[in-house]
Each structure stands twice: as C-alpha cells, then as structure tokens.
C-alpha cells in the first residue's frame, strides 16, 4: 500500500474527530494573548513529551541540542525514525492503529548515521552537544501503541552519543499507552481517551528531577501562577494548515511573573490530546480542552521551581487527523530538523519567551575582612534575586558548593602569597550572573615554597644516576640529595643551584642502590620539604683486561688477522698477534671489546 493511500485510509478511518472541529470551541481571539518574554535562561531549557510528543521532543532535542540540557520521552522512539514514511511510522515505529507488522526493527544504525549527515550538513545542531544532556525514558511494559522494542532502540540511539550515567530509562510498570501521573487518569492498564493514566507514578516530577538534578518538593497545594493562553499564529503562518493550533498554553509561576529568574520546559502532548478533540466518556461527549495542561503533573513541579512551562499545540486536518505532532512528514519533508515549520514555530516561542532574560548582576564591593597566614576573609554586597554566589580564586572555583550568604573564608592558602578572587551571584536555575572586580589579596608570614613533584629516574649508567621534577610554582631553584639508604641521611650532591628541572649525579660506584630527595629554593633562600624519595640502581662496572697481543688471542678477546691481533667485536687493530705488546681491553658485550683505558 502507497503511503498517500494508507494515509487516506488514516483520514477515512478518523473521519469523526475532523468533523467534530466544526462543533468544539476554543478560545476568542480576545481571550489569546501574544507569547510575553521572561527572565528564561535559554541554556536552561528541556522538553518532554508522549507518543507522537515524544517522537517530536526528540527530534527537537538533537536538532537543537545546543540550546537545550536534556529531554524526556515516554513511549516515542529514535530520531527520524519514519523517515518519511506514515507506512513504517504506523506499522514500525509504533502499532497504531492495526498493529505492527512483525517485529521490525527501528534500524538504530541506519538512524545514527542519517543523524550525523543532517549534523555534517548544518541541518541540525553538532552531536557533540547531546553529551552533556540529561535523558529519561518511559516505557510501559503494557504498551500495545508503542512497545518497548521501540523505546529500547532509543535508548540504544542515546547511548550512541551519551554516557550512560546520563541517561535513566524506567520501563518495569505495567502501563499501557498513556501519560503516567499520581493523580489524574484512567487505570494504568487502560488504553483509552484522554491517554493520561494514574500509576501511582509522577513521571512529570521523575523526568525534571533527573534533568534538573535537586529540585524544590512540587506544590500539592493550590498554584500560585497563571495559565497564559497565546497566539500560535505570530510563529507560524497559517497554523491550522500545517498541523498547529491557532493558539498554545504556557504557566507561569508567579516568581517568574515577577521577572526572577526562571527554567523553561516544553511539553509535547500526544495523538488525539488536542485542544478541540471530541471523545466519548461516562459524562458523554467531552471536549478534551486544556486535559493535558493542567493534569500531567508538571505546574505543580514548576511553581515550587521558578520554571515556566510552555504547552504548543497540534490540531487536526485532512492528513493528520488525530491532531499529532509531524513526525512522519505530514506537513513538511523538513519535519525533523532544525528548518522544519513546527520546529522552527517552537523554537521561536522559545526565543520569544528567553528574550527577557537579564543575567544577575555583579556583586559589588568585594572586600578582605580579614587575612592571616593561610586564610582569607572576603565580604561583598548582597545581589537581588540571588539564592548563592561562587568564588573563584586564581580563575578556578574555590566553593564547592554555591554559599548562601554574602562572605567566605578561604582556608589552606600558603603564607605569603598573593590571591585573585572574583564572586558570582547564582539564580534559582542555577545560572551564573555577572563576575564582581577582581580582588588580589596576599596572606601575611613567610612565603612558603612547595617541593617538586612527579620526581623520576630518567637514566642510569654505570657511574651516573640522571632525575627530572616538575617544578613548582615561585621556585628559583632545586637541592638534591643523595643516601646509600631509604630515608637517609641524605647528603646534597649538586655544587650549585640547580637552576633547570633535572640534574646528572655522577662519580657513582656501580652496582650500588642510591636513594634521592630534591628541595625546591625560594627567592629569599629558603628550602622547601623533600620530595618524595625515589632510588636507582648503578650498572655493573665495565670488565677490564691488560695482556699482552698474543695473550688476549689465545684468551680469545681478540683474533688473528693476516698476523694481526684484532679486538673482537670492534676491528680495533692491537698490533703484531705475536709480539708482547701490552694493552687494556674492556668488555663492551659477550664477545665484544674495545681498546681502553679502564678505571
């Protein structure tokens, strides 16, 4: 079957939910507003979503991967997994709605290398940035829609590009096709109408835990934000016509009304959770309405978390008339990368929200309190909106954690040395804002100089030991000394500073174990500690023999040639072979030897 006849056949089978537009409401135009801006770092930003919803959170999640810091799927599948197809998306990529054809598989390799080519080719954001995202994964084990063959190939497509410490995937709940939530829904094993079930499960709070790490506890109370309705037509021209409703959701929480500094998430609902969508139910006929909004389980997370929710949504027409997200190409050939028209629309409303951001501004008045020989005391003005700062000494950060009030002490420095510290205020997403003035301040005492490290024994010879050191920081020069035992005592050897980082002990007796500490020397003349000790062991001594000509050719060092004595191994001439001149042969290899002078 073509996949424009199959598609007709989708359209056929669906042909109530598009008539059924024509009876639902949705809101006036008086009652939609334009998509307001918010203090929203970009960089903190993630997405989720179900089914169709989760198939489009990941191909937003990789086409925009560096912009976003993570993503959670339940029941979608890997990147461009229909390729075009509405034929593989429906009988491969899940099993609506007659079921797959066998146990295909998704292809993940296939999958992997179109990713990259869309990545080589600029139509996606660069792979490397997925692995710093955080993703999570739900399957349930019931899932007839989408089965865990499916979710398990995406799991093996996100371990392709991310660790596997990153990466959480929960699929040991007896869940059929369905938002899971610990409030809301039908039964857990129940595939039907609105497709939000509760399992006693929070998968909305499960999924922004793991992408967020520590958060507030969610709000189990009344919110305290507002639900914005707002024009999805500024983002996309004609909506409607190409699978989006005229108008999307967002919430607020009130801090974030307040221009605090805020996450943002974007959620993607699922196949027949659109606005307008009729279905029955005990009470009849119902409207499925903001269903998926407000009952998912993410406003009560985001209120206690200064994280703003955006809501976009699908709708149905003629070729999608179950009010899906375009994962199959519907729409747009272009569906799944960063050009496609429902991408770049959510996109925008992304931009369009970040474009209040105002980073924290400098802490100002940063000042010393106190200084003493291996400690400093530093004080500075509160930040408003601030929930911590971070010090930096030297550059690097001297807080393992953010600390919540305005002053620090920096403890372990070294007596005499000079520090440059530099303060950051951090908002509630964790975001860094601007750094303060640098502040150079130098501990009181006698500078101390640190030893040399990483001290090695680089050559050996029979009379000579060679060592090399990293040298430290404000060190003019090295010491070294030598024992004929471990620990010593030790004796220094060098007759005058050592000025470079590796040093020649020579004079030595082979065969002989020696035993080596090095000190590093300030500018004031002061020595550091020892290093650690290292030893090596001297070579044997060369082997000597004085004879005569005739002598070392009958011992066999040397031989006859042409009335010649010959040294072996070396063709040194030694004179007349049968003459008593005396020379001194050493040994250089078994049956090797040279004219020399010996010790």
Not at 158 to 165: E, K, L, N, V
Not at 227 to 236: T, W
Not at 284 to 302: D, I, L, S
Not at 572 to 585: E, S
Request: charged share 15%; hydrophobic share 35%; net charge negative.
């Amino acid at each position: 079957m073509s996949s424009s006849s199959y598609q007709g056949l989708l359209a056929s089978i669906c042909a109530t939910s598009v008539l059924a537009l024509t009876a639902a409401s949705s809101p006036t135009a008086a009652q939609i507003a334009s998509l307001p801006s918010y203090n929203v770092d970009i960089n903190q930003t993630s997405v989720s979503g179900l089914s169709a919803g989760g198939y489009m959170a990941v191909q937003f999640d990789v086409a925009f991967s560096s912009t976003l810091r993570g993503a959670g799927i339940i029941a979608g599948g890997p990147f461009y997994c229909a390729q075009g197809s509405v034929l593989t998306a429906t009988s491969t990529c899940s099993c609506a709605p007659f079921g797959c054809f066998g146990q295909s598989s998704t292809n993940v390799a296939q999958l992997i290398a179109i990713t990259d080519r869309d990545a080589g080719r600029g139509r996606i954001d660069a792979t490397g940035n997925l692995a710093r995202h955080k993703i999570w994964l739900f399957s349930g084990s019931n899932d007839t829609v989408v089965p865990q063959r499916v979710m398990d190939d995406l799991s093996t497509y996100y371990r392709h590009y991310i660790d596997a410490g990153n990466i959480s995937y929960k699929n040991d709940i007896a869940a059929e096709h369905a938002m899971p939530t610990d409030f809301f829904g039908n039964p857990c094993a129940t595939r039907a109408d609105p497709f939000i079930s509760n399992c006693n499960y929070d998968a909305a709070g499960q999924l922004l835990q793991w992408i967020y790490g520590n958060l507030h506890p969610k709000n189990t109370g009344q919110l305290g934000g507002s639900f914005i309705n707002f024009n999805q037509n500024e983002f996309i021209d004609q909506a409607t016509s190409h699978g989006m409703a005229p108008d999307g959701w967002l919430y607020v929480p009130a801090t974030c009304g307040n221009k605090e500094g805020c996450k943002l998430h974007v959620v993607f609902h699922g196949c027949k959770q659109y606005e307008t969508y009729r279905y029955s139910s005990p009470s009849g006929q119902t409207t499925f309405g903001t269903t998926y909004v407000r009952n998912t389980g993410y406003n009560k997370w985001a209120d206690a978390n200064n994280m703003i929710v955006l809501y976009p949504q699908a709708t149905a027409s003629g070729s999608n008339p179950n009010g899906c997200w375009d994962w199959w190409g519907y729409d747009d050939p272009d569906y799944a990368v960063k050009t496609g028209r429902q991408m770049t629309a959510v996109k925008r409303m992304i931009d369009r929200i970040a474009s209040g951001h105002e980073g924290l501004p400098a802490p100002a008045d940063l000042h010393a309190t106190a200084v003493a020989d291996t400690t400093v005391s530093l004080s500075w003005s509160a930040v408003a909106h601030a929930t911590g700062f971070n010090v930096y000494r030297d550059g690097a950060k001297a807080t393992s954690s953010p600390v919540p009030v305005t002053s620090f002490t920096d403890a372990g420095r070294s007596p005499g040395r000079t520090y440059s510290y530099t303060v950051k205020a951090i908002d509630s997403t964790g975001a860094e804002g601007a750094a303060s003035s640098p502040l150079d301040v130098t501990t009181t005492g006698t500078p101390t100089i640190l030893a040399p490290t990483n001290v090695k024994i680089d050559a050996v010879g029979a009379a000579s030991v060679t060592l090399s050191w990293t040298a430290p920081a404000d060190a003019t020069g090295f010491d070294v000394f030598r024992a004929g035992t471990s620990g010593g005592p030790f004796a220094k050897v060098n007759p005058s500073l050592v000025t470079g980082t590796n040093f020649t002990d020579t004079g030595l007796t082979g065969s002989t174990t020696y035993f080596y500490v090095i000190k590093s020397e300030g500018a004031g003349g002061g020595l550091s500690g020892p290093s650690m000790e290292v030893s090596a062991k001297t070579e044997a001594p060369p082997t000597c023999f004085t004879a005569t000509n005739f002598d070392h050719v009958v011992a066999g060092r040397a031989h006859d040639n042409f009335f010649f004595a010959e040294a072996n191994g070396s063709n040194q001439l030694l004179g007349l072979d049968n003459v008593f001149i005396v020379t001194t042969l050493k040994q250089t290899g078994p049956n090797s030897y040279v004219i020399a002078s010996c010790p």
